[in-house]
Nanobody, 116 residues
Framework: QVQLVESGGGLVQPGGSLRLSCAASGGLFRFLPMGWYRQVPGNARELVATIRSGGRENYADSVKARFTIPRDNAKNIMYLQMNNLKPEDTAVYYC??????????WGQGTQVTVSS
């Protein structure tokens, strides 16, 4: 099992920025497509951004042009840079492979709250 640990969430005003981090144990991380997901209570987990091992990125329409998903394969860390945050971005954010893999254990996530 590969452990995933998300961090970097917090409370931010609309229009603000946050950078989330996803740290993965082991060496599989660099070979796999990874994604950031988010979940609001009562809703299904939503995939918002993905990055392939070669660096190609994809974004949900709701975050396109505001979020980026850099990764550092040498450090087994992936980031989610979130700019121009909106209240509707409020959620718990998780990372995992894309699609999610049973080998990678879901972390506890990191709460992002966008509110004035």
């Amino acid at each position: 099992q590969v452990q995933l640990v998300e961090s970097g969430g917090g409370l931010v005003q609309p229009g603000g920025s946050l950078r989330l981090s996803c740290a993965a144990s082991g060496g599989l991380f660099r070979f796999l497509p990874m994604g950031w997901y988010r979940q609001v209570p009562g809703n299904a987990r939503e995939l918002v951004a993905t990055i392939r091992s070669g660096g190609r990125e994809n974004y949900a329409d709701s975050v396109k042009a505001r979020f980026t998903i850099p990764r550092d394969n040498a450090k087994n860390i992936m980031y989610l840079q979130m700019n121009n945050l909106k209240p509707e971005d409020t959620a718990v954010y998780y990372c995992n492979t894309d699609p999610p893999s049973a080998v990678f254990t879901w972390g506890q996530g990191t709460q992002v709250t966008v509110s004035s």
